[in-house]
C-alpha cells in the first residue's frame, strides 16, 4: 500500500479528479475534494447531481471509473468495503440502521461489540456482555437517549432513531463520519435536535454529510462543496456558496428560496 506525499492542509480524505460511468452516463466528474481534519464538510446539490454516488465510491460499493481516493495521505482507492470500514471511515444510511426490536441498549452494545472484536462470540452469555454497558450507557448520554435506554428501537420517534444510529456509529470510534441525509422528513424540532446533535458529536471528529436542508447546512458545515451534474461546481463557506450564481441556478425556485432564507 503506497503513501502519497501531499502538500495541502491536514485532510483526512481527499478524492483527486474521481470519475464514476454508467455504460456511458458520467455521474460523478473529475471530482476532487479534501475533507479537512476536525471540519463538517457538507455535500449539497439537486437531485441526481451524484451525491450518493460520491458517497458510494467513498465507501467502495462502486469502484470508480477513473481517478483516486487517499485516506490520510493513504490510496485506498481499489480496498474493499470492508477494508476501509476498519480503516475508520463509517457510514449512516439514509434509511435508520437500527435493530428494532431490541432495545436502544441493545443496539449500541451490538456496534460495541463489532468494535471490540466479540460480535462473533455467540457462546457468550449475556451478563458477560453486561462489562460494554456502562460505555454504552455514555453514548446514549451523548447523544441524549440515556433514558430511553430500555425502549425498544422501534418505539422511538424519528428523530431518536437517527441520535440511535449515530450512537452505534459513534460506538465503532470512527476517524471519518459519513452522514447521508440524516435530517430528510423530520419536523422542526427534531431537525433542530440532529443539527445540534452533529454539531456536538463533531468535537474533535471529522464529518463529510450529505443533507437537502440548507438550514442545516448553514448553522454547523465549516465547509461546503455543491454538486451539479456530478462536478463540483462551488466550495467554501456557506455565506460565499449560498450567493455563487451558479448554485443559485442549479438550485432555482424553492430551493433557491430556501437558500436565500437560510441567511436570515
Known amino acids: 500500500m503506497r503513501i502519497i ?10 478524492t483527486r479528479e474521481l470519475v464514476k460511468e454508467f455504460k456511458g452516463f458520467v455521474a460523478v466528474n473529475k471530482v476532487s475534494l479534501g475533507v479537512q481534519r476536525g471540519h463538517i464538510h457538507a455535500l449539497i446539490g439537486p437531485n441526481g447531481a451524484g451525491k450518493t454516488t ?16 487517499l485516506f490520510n495521505g493513504r490510496d485506498i482507492t481499489l480496498e474493499k468495503p470492508a477494508q476501509v470500514a476498519r480503516r475508520g471511515i463509517v457510514r449512516s444510511f439514509q434509511i435508520s440502521a437500527t435493530f428494532p ?19 462473533l462470540h ?6 458477560s456482555l453486561n462489562a460494554l454497558n456502562d460505555q454504552a450507557m455514555s453514548l446514549l448520554d451523548t447523544v ?5 435506554a430500555d425502549s425498544l428501537a422501534v418505539e422511538l420517534a424519528y428523530g431518536r432513531k437517527r441520535a440511535l444510529e449515530i450512537a452505534t456509529t459513534l460506538a465503532t470510534e470512527p476517524e471519518l463520519m459519513l452522514l447521508d441525509e ?4 423530520m419536523g422542526h424540532e427534531d431537525v433542530d435536535r440532529v443539527t445540534q446533535l452533529i454539531k456536538k458529536v463533531s468535537v474533535n471528529r471529522t464529518i ?31 455565506e460565499r456558496v449560498s450567493r455563487d450564481p451558479q448554485v443559485l441556478e442549479a438550485y432555482m425556485g424553492s430551493a433557491q428560496q430556501e437558500l436565500e432564507g437560510a441567511h436570515g
Open 122 to 127: 455467540f457462546w457468550r452469555s449475556e451478563n
Open 54 to 69: 460520491f458517497f458510494n465510491l467513498l465507501t467502495k460499493f462502486l469502484i470508480p471509473t477513473q481517478g483516486s481516493i
Open 101 to 119: 426490536h431490541l432495545s436502544v441498549l441493545q443496539n449500541v452494545r451490538i456496534a460495541l461489540q463489532r468494535a471490540t472484536g466479540t460480535s
Open 208 to 238: 463529510l454529510m450529505v443533507e437537502h436542508n440548507m438550514n442545516v447546512v448553514s448553522s454547523i458545515a465549516d465547509t461546503i462543496s455543491v454538486l451539479q451534474r456530478g462536478q463540483v461546481i462551488a466550495e467554501g463557506p456557506y
Open 182 to 185: 440524516p435530517t430528510p422528513g
Open 5 to 14: 506525499s501531499t502538500m495541502t492542509a491536514d485532510y483526512v480524505l481527499e
Open 144 to 148: 441524549g437517549l440515556s433514558d430511553f
